[in-house]
């Protein structure tokens, strides 16, 4: 692919270049740790990969990380899997995100907004308050460090006491939405048997209310580790038998403890769909995440105490986690509960203007819808406020780009940024010192040696490779849940190149060392930005009878949309008629979500196999997106090559 020298679409000027907190940070490791005082940003990245323990140790004084034991070192083992951060250290993650209560209690800490668009705050005092009640009742119930605690919790101000409170106790935390099936959710909570179980009555979307009461019955009923149940009645019921009330557990008036936790003790447990089995439950540190998001937000977003940090996501997804994270700067953290389009397209706009949103983050889906729609952000709302917006979820085309600079701002700081639920944090993305290149991210993260390989391990420029990073990343799972030899962790990252994380999406670092995503490299599917497996769809619909075997798709469209067809191999008899249709996608939405109904069901003549007769979804996706027969897939490995014509016509077809 060629890459000139195009223009970029935006330069920072010299007077936002110098206020940079990044550039700041770089003056100061240069006099404290001796990072180059000149170069800019590629000279400071360049340091910190070759220097990682001075520059992570840089980053924990610049932040000031409050180390109640310090450490020994900054590295022990540096080995992927494995790496071991700060050994010796303890800290506590909410302490060091509740610390603005000090210097400003009386101003807002959050700003709740629902569909009604109107912001609600609660400042710092009342969090700090909250989350000191909540903390020493959840001591009261024998939550101990390391115990978990679960959310079944839309993105609501409860959502983020639990959260803290639980990790100032030393419990592990982790949460699904509310429009998350009985099954999709004890797929996940079965794995980590929690004590204690946060829920709503229901939740408001699209201006409906939908009443959850029977979901989390079912709950309480296959969840036996349960010790508690708190209500939380959004939708204003009774408190349900044997449950505790939220407002109960709230009302005292206790400073916070905080337990004081080894570095690599476990703060939450995140979900990432495998695409066999069960989804994988991953586990990051109270202190790798401190660091990690410090870096990313305080340094990457450039956020701080005048900011209010605004980002559309719900409890399911890691970004939901790391909005949260921006407490850790002092930011303002803005929590929308609704539909991202209700009562219209420009909905989130909307939001950005009534909280004074600084950063704004979305999906790249909803920037292409927006476009779509008509809609004129600058036209109709007020954001001058909003200096960054940031998008994630799929890579942002170029038109999105293009359409973000012609109807927002001219001098808006335009960040596509890309992670993973597996290091909750991004590869990829934000920084407020370089240029704007359309349709690129603007560079590696600091401390991420992010590299494009090709199969044999040697890195690319200007090609299109594997996503792979080179060294460890304090945020990296300290291990999988119920993983006890570390195997499943082993093969998910680290089989394809030993010692070498490879994240599994395909990418182009260019020449002038910006990141270009081109989307999965594997079958994993991502459907705004959440990422789900295959297996979870096939044991839904394969148990209607009609149905003998299927198999479901992602793919990155070159418009930036994402097509996602299921193919459903009948039993003899069925016929694929309206009501078996409307089957299909009720069992889906009832038992997963909204979000993993397909968007096309074809009937196929069988569905193709390993000889070891696993479904090919890797070389089908191959396939349906124009690469030639026998380059997409080995043909010695297939139960029944016949079957695979019918995806080259349907290519074809679909041009």
Not at 53 to 66: G, Q, S
Not at 243 to 258: H, I, R
Not at 604 to 618: A, D, N, Q, S, Y
């Amino acid at each position: 692919m060629s890459t000139a020298n195009p223009q970029p679409l935006w330069q920072p000027d010299p007077e936002r270049i110098a206020q940079a907190r990044i550039t700041q940070f770089q003056a100061w490791a240069a006099e404290h740790h001796g990072a180059p005082a000149e170069g800019g940003y590629p000279a400071l990245h360049q340091w910190s990969v070759e220097q990682l323990d001075t520059f992570w140790k840089a980053v924990t004084e610049w932040f000031d990380v409050r180390f109640s034991t310090p450490y020994a070192r900054v590295l022990g083992d540096r080995s992927m899997p494995g790496a071991e951060w700060f050994p010796g250290a303890t800290l506590n993650y909410a302490e060091h995100a509740l610390r603005a209560a000090d210097d400003r209690p009386g101003e807002p800490a959050l700003l709740h907004v629902d569909e009604t668009h109107e912001p609600r705050p609660v400042t710092w005092s009342e969090l700090r308050r909250q989350v000191g009640a909540l903390a020493a009742e959840l001591r009261t119930l024998g939550v101990r460090p390391g115990d978990r605690v679960s959310g079944y919790l839309p993105n609501i101000p409860e959502a983020v006491v639990a959260l803290l409170a639980t990790a100032a106790v030393g419990g592990v935390w982790t949460s699904c939405a509310p429009d998350f099936g009985a099954r999709s959710v004890l797929d996940r909570f079965q794995q980590v048997e929690p004590v204690v179980l946060f829920t709503v009555d229901g939740y408001r979307y699209g201006g409906k209310e939908h009443d959850r009461r029977e979901t989390v019955a079912e709950l309480r009923r296959e969840l036996p580790t349960l010790r508690a149940v708190v209500h939380i009645p959004l939708l204003g019921t009774e408190t349900p038998d044997g449950a505790l009330e939220w407002s109960a557990l709230t009302a005292g008036d206790t400073a916070p403890v905080f337990e004081q936790v080894p570095f690599d003790h476990p703060l939450w447990v995140l979900y990432s769909s495998g695409t066999t089995g069960l989804p994988k439950a991953i586990v990051q540190s109270q202190g790798g995440i401190l660091v990690e998001h410090l870096k990313q937000l305080g340094l990457h977003c450039d956020l701080g105490p005048e900011d209010r940090f605004f980002w559309y996501t719900s409890t399911g997804w890691m970004m939901w986690n790391f909005l949260v994270s921006g407490l850790l700067t002092g930011t303002t953290v803005v929590l929308y509960d609704g539909s991202p389009g209700y009562p219209d397209t420009g909905a989130q706009w909307r939001i950005a203007e009534r909280t004074g949103a600084t950063l704004y983050g979305t999906s790249a889906a909803y920037v292409m819808a927006c476009r779509k729609a008509g809609v004129h952000p600058s036209r109709d709302f007020d954001l001058s406020k909003v200096r960054c917006v940031a998008t994630t979820g799929s890579p942002l085309p170029p038109d999105g780009f293009r359409w973000l600079h012609d109807e927002v701002r001219d001098d808006l700081w335009i960040a596509s940024v890309s992670g993973g639920t597996d290091v909750c944090s991004c590869f990829a993305g934000a920084v407020p010192t370089l240029p704007v290149y359309t349709g690129e991210l603007q560079a590696p993260g600091l401390g991420t040696d992010l590299q494009s390989w090709d199969p044999s391990g040697k890195p690319l420029v200007d090609e299109v490779g594997e996503l792979v990073v080179t060294n460890p990343m304090p945020s990296m799972p300290i291990h999988f849940w119920n993983d006890g030899d570390g195997s499943r962790y082993h093969d998910s990252y680290f089989d394809t190149y030993p010692g070498v994380w490879r994240h599994g999406d395909w990418i182009t670092v260019t020449g002038r060392g910006s990141v270009i995503i081109h989307g999965r490299s594997d079958s994993t599917l991502n459907r705004q930005g959440v990422r789900m497996g295959s297996a979870d769809i096939y044991e839904v619909v394969e148990r209607l009878p009609e149905i003998r075997e299927s198999l479901v798709i992602g793919i990155e469209q070159p418009d930036g949309g994402y097509w996602m067809p299921l193919f459903v191999h009948l039993a003899p008899g069925a016929a694929l008629d309206e009501a078996l249709l409307g089957r299909i996608k009720q069992a889906i939405r009832e038992q997963l979500s909204p979000r993993h109904v397909p968007d096309e069901v074809i009937e196929v003549p069988g569905i193709p196999h390993t000889l070891t007769g696993k479904r090919i979804e890797v070389p089908v996706k191959r396939l349906l997106q124009g690469t030639p027969l026998e380059k997409a897939v080995n043909a010695g490995s297939i139960d029944n090559l016949a079957l695979l014509g019918f995806y080259e016509e349907l290519a074809r077809k679909r041009g």
